[in-house]
């Protein structure tokens, strides 16, 4: 089974530790770094090359949600799960909007982090259960949106493709059509759903049962 390389983002070493012992505890998973200090996380990721960043959100001098931004744009094939005391959906939206993949608060951390690790390493978005609903009843569309029924076959797989956070290539390559094809779909997308941004059609997908949670 292959290896998945994680990378620990808090500031708070005991907090750290405590992911370190349960994490090391999983079959395949390896530890490859560790840091509290956002400024060096770029660095750290491209010395480390892990799968997964673990990211605090609350973390001083520059956010995780800045950093996480940083991250996606240099290195778009890490996943970033973030980590953190905030349930607030303004942040776990900000977060998720960033490129974040999955979002865990840090009292559900035990249980929900490895469910975490395991879906977004299959391109899926995991959000923990103590705000998932939240979070989906804020993303319910207007009563006038499009329905899913109302696209096509085509268009509902590149919708739920796009939403996991497949790029464009990826996504003409799985479904053996051009890249150009790809992206007439998702304009035609946006154009049907009054959407506006790739996380848009990710909230669209969760609320309409596209994609999991």
Do not use: W
């Not at 390493?121 to 319910?140: F, H, P, Q, W």
């Not at 499009?146 to 919708?159: A, D, K, Y």
């Not at 290539?169 to 890249?179: K, S």
């Amino acid at each position: 089974m292959e290896t998945v390389r994680i990378l620990l983002v808090d500031d708070h070493q005991m907090f750290r530790d405590a992911l370190r012992s349960l994490l090391e505890k999983t079959p395949n998973f390896e530890i490859v770094g560790e840091t509290g200090n956002a400024f060096e996380v770029v660095s750290l990721v491209r010395q480390t090359s892990p799968d997964i960043v673990c990211m605090d959100i609350g973390l001083p001098g520059m956010n995780g949600i800045q950093t996480t931004q940083l991250i996606i744009e240099a290195f778009p094939n890490t996943k970033v799960i973030a980590l953190s005391s905030y349930s607030d959906q303004r942040y776990v939206m900000d977060m998720m909007n960033a490129g974040a993949s999955g979002y865990v608060t840090k009292g559900e951390a035990a249980d929900e982090l490895l469910r975490a690790i395991s879906a977004v390493r299959k391109n899926r978005k995991y959000l923990c259960s103590d705000i998932a609903e939240a979070v989906t009843g804020s993303m319910t569309p207007p009563p006038n949106s499009t329905s899913p029924s109302q696209l096509g076959n085509r268009e509902r797989q590149v919708l739920q493709l796009v939403a996991e956070g497949h790029t464009s290539a990826t996504i003409a390559e799985r479904l053996m059509i051009a890249p150009s094809t790809v992206e007439v779909h998702r304009r035609n997308l946006m154009r049907k759903l009054n959407l506006h941004k790739v996380a848009d059609l990710t909230r669209y997908a969760i609320s309409n049962g596209i994609i999991t949670r």
